[in-house]
């Protein structure tokens, strides 16, 4: 075995310690928070960016994420996304940026006008800088993450490198969630979003980052395991997050992933050569079987409430009127608002206020495309054409980034069920703009 990957099964050990660690002594939460940013911080200045450390980091920074916040190891509320930002500007400071990132720069500037007007329409007793922080920090983070990563040159070695970054806290993670909940039979007992199998924390972003390393691993799989012992731990790892992602019982990140999985596939598909096209084939047929698998021991170990749960079923097997968890009407409240102020919208943070007020519910937004229409007008639907097509354009004309689409459908599906919560949708975004190279003849070669 060679010495990197020596090194990977020794970073997997070294995780699954922290997240036992953790569990035993939840207080090492917030040491672990303290050493990942001045380490960064350190890591940077040091090596001055040269290899687009920043990514490594910020990779990293996105999938612990989750730990500490359901361990309350958070400094910051929004300590992921200001993390993320922060490496980004040093990133910035040390290598620059494309001039051809002008889009993000309109982006950013076009989320102003609605921060201004918030700050004369929120009511008198709303924390404005509360109200604006927690709306306004996902696009944001995304604006300067995408601004960094604009066509910036990087190696295909140095992308599954990031890949391998996003990987190591989701072990620590899943090995959190099995010692929080060792026994899915005795906690679950509905078809509602399970908290007790989301380690505590709320299952919705508790599904998305166990989606993420669903894929995560997946990439692993195929791309960075190159003998049996890394090939049984990364696939091992695939089934493990798609159990543990499935009986959450929200059901986001388990699409969210199947859909990254498959663009991967396709990519690799379309872009393969006639001797390798049996191979992927192959690969989608297993990997099938192996869904179905997982699917099986995740409706033994319910009782069966998974079934009724992706059927949009309850426990006593009636139709749930809701299709989406009653999303439609936050979805629905923010539209109406939108077509009320089709202009600069209702202001960042006020939709809140007016859905208390015009319905009496008191419920943040789950939908980030209906919130900027809301809260940013006509300014927002710029902003989202920008976002959903850039990605696209780029890819067309570098098709190396095989990870491209895969990371634009986690941004977009992300943003559908759980807004901009957690730091992951902006930067994840944020990679698919990269301009991905070998340095080698490719195996697969473009069409």
């Not at 699954?16 to 380490?39: E, H, N, Q, R």
């Not at 993670?173 to 989301?198: A, M, R």
């Not at 033994?300 to 079923?313: H, M, P, S, V």
């Not at 980030?368 to 780029?394: K, Q, Y």
Request: charged share 15%.
């Amino acid at each position: 075995m060679k010495k990197e990957e020596l090194s990977y099964v020794y970073l997997v050990l070294f995780h699954a310690f922290m997240g036992v660690l953790i569990f035993a002594l939840p207080f090492l939460s917030k040491i672990y928070t303290l050493g990942i940013l001045v380490f960064g911080v350190f890591y940077i200045v040091k090596t001055k960016n040269k290899n687009n450390e920043v990514l490594m980091l910020s990779a990293y920074i996105v999938s612990v994420e989750v730990l500490l916040r359901m361990t309350d190891g958070m400094i910051l509320n929004e300590f992921g996304k200001y993390s993320v930002m922060f490496f980004m500007f040093l990133g910035l400071i040390y290598s620059g940026f494309s001039k051809n990132a002008l889009m993000y720069w309109i982006f950013l500037v076009l989320l102003v006008p609605s921060i201004v007007l918030s700050t004369v329409s929120l009511n008198f007793d709303t924390d404005i800088r509360k109200a604006i922080a927690f709306n306004i920090s996902g696009p944001v983070c995304l604006g300067i993450s995408a601004i960094y990563c604009f066509q910036r040159k990087i190696t295909f070695d140095r992308l599954k490198g990031v890949i391998s970054a996003f990987s190591m806290p989701l072990i620590s993670i899943v090995v959190y969630l099995y010692l929080y909940t060792p026994s899915v039979k005795d906690v679950v007992t509905g078809t509602q979003s399970n908290f007790e199998t989301s380690g505590g924390f709320g299952p919705n972003q508790v599904s998305t980052i166990l989606g993420l390393g669903i894929f995560v691993f997946f990439v692993q799989l195929l791309l960075n395991s190159k003998n049996t012992l890394l090939q049984l731990l990364n696939g091992g790892l695939v089934l493990v997050f798609a159990f543990r992602g499935i009986v959450t019982f929200s059901r986001g990140g388990v699409f969210t992933a199947i859909v990254m999985i498959i663009l991967f596939m396709a990519v690799l598909y379309f872009q393969a050569n006639f001797n390798t096209k049996p191979k992927i084939g192959l690969i989608i047929i297993l990997a099938l079987v192996a869904g179905l698998g997982v699917w099986g021991y995740s409706s033994i170990q319910t009782g069966g409430l998974i079934d009724k749960r992706y059927a949009n079923e309850d426990a006593l097997g009636r139709k749930k009127q809701s299709q989406l968890s009653g999303r439609e009407v936050l979805i629905a409240s923010e539209f109406q608002m939108f077509l009320d102020n089709p202009f600069l919208g209702v202001g960042v943070g006020k939709n809140k206020e007016l859905r208390k007020q015009q319905t009496g519910i008191d419920l943040a937004t789950h939908n980030e495309i209906t919130r900027m229409l809301a809260e940013h007008g006509s300014l927002g639907l710029i902003d989202l054409m920008i976002l959903f097509f850039t990605p696209l354009f780029l890819f067309v004309n570098n098709r190396q980034n095989l990870l491209a689409l895969s990371f634009l459908a986690f941004w977009l599906f992300t943003i559908n069920h759980a807004a901009m919560r957690l730091a992951a949708p902006a930067f994840v975004y944020a990679l698919s703009l990269l301009k991905v190279y070998t340095i080698e003849e490719p195996t697969l070669h473009r069409e």
